[in-house]
């Protein structure tokens, strides 16, 4: 007789993310399963640091929202999803309170910078189950080429930014504009 795996929810993540032997581990919980998020190196820290600063900068002046570094969400209909996206945005109209655990609202915005240990496909995965949950703009940055892809649509393709374009916020962020030469002018 086969048996059933155990499937996590967001609450047994939660305990999980506090026991002492997981005190420095990204955790996220994927489709019921517990997985580790390899710890970011310092390019890919880097990147995520620029991005989250000027979001944070645009956001405050603008009172728009909130700006977070692997903070997990999940969808409140989804119990066996937290995904950590490197950097989030969540409008301030869609944040009913601010409190200790996960959101229980999936961001606006997800960015997820690309580490050596993440496949494409696994990131356009992602860029689809963020958009399949909720989220309107996707970033995808790619370091070692130096690109960007944008997703808005999970029907479309994405579109593909290079070091001579301009990223914007879309309507998630109106006016927000980042040139992306300076994501990777460290």
Same mark, same amino acid.
């Given at each position: 007789?086969?048996?059933?795996?155990?499937?996590?929810?967001?609450?047994?993540?939660?305990?999980?993310?506090?026991?002492?032997?997981?005190?420095?581990?990204?955790?996220?919980?994927?489709?019921?399963?517990? #997985?580790?998020?390899? %710890? &970011?190196?310092?390019?890919?820290?880097?990147?995520?640091?620029?991005?989250?600063?000027? /979001?944070? =900068?645009?956001?405050?002046?603008?009172?728009?929202?909130?700006?977070?570094?692997?903070?997990?969400?999940?969808?409140?209909?989804?119990?066996?999803?937290?995904?950590?996206?490197?950097?989030?945005?969540?409008?301030?109209?869609?944040?009913?309170?601010?409190?200790?655990?996960?959101?229980?609202?999936?961001?606006?915005?997800? #960015?997820?910078?690309? %580490? &050596?240990?993440?496949?494409?496909?696994?990131?356009?995965?992602?860029?689809?189950?963020? /958009?399949? =949950?909720?989220?309107?703009?996707?970033?995808?940055?790619?370091?070692?080429?130096?690109?960007?892809?944008?997703?808005?649509?999970?029907?479309?393709?994405?579109?593909?930014?290079?070091?001579?374009?301009?990223?914007?916020?879309?309507?998630?962020?109106?006016?927000?504009?980042?040139?992306?030469?300076?994501?990777?002018?460290?």
């Amino acid at each position: 007789m086969a048996t059933q795996e155990k499937l996590y929810t967001v609450e047994d993540l939660w305990v999980l993310t506090h026991l002492p032997e997981n005190e420095h581990k990204h955790l996220e919980l994927v489709y019921g399963k517990v #997985v580790a998020k390899m %710890s &970011p190196g310092q390019i890919h820290g880097i990147i995520a640091a620029i991005i989250c600063g000027k /979001l944070i =900068n645009y956001a405050q002046a603008h009172d728009l929202g909130y700006v977070a570094v692997e903070s997990g969400h999940y969808h409140p209909k989804d119990r066996h999803n937290v995904r950590l996206p490197d950097v989030s945005f969540i409008k301030k109209e869609r944040v009913t309170e601010l409190k200790e655990g996960f959101a229980s609202v999936m961001p606006d915005l997800a #960015v997820e910078v690309k %580490s &050596p240990s993440n496949t494409f496909k696994e990131l356009e995965e992602k860029a689809h189950f963020y /958009l399949d =949950n909720g989220v309107s703009l996707v970033w995808i940055v790619y370091p070692t080429s130096e690109t960007i892809e944008v997703f808005t649509d999970i029907e479309a393709d994405a579109l593909t930014l290079t070091i001579a374009d301009t990223l914007d916020g879309g309507d998630v962020l109106k006016g927000f504009t980042l040139v992306v030469k300076d994501i990777f002018d460290y």
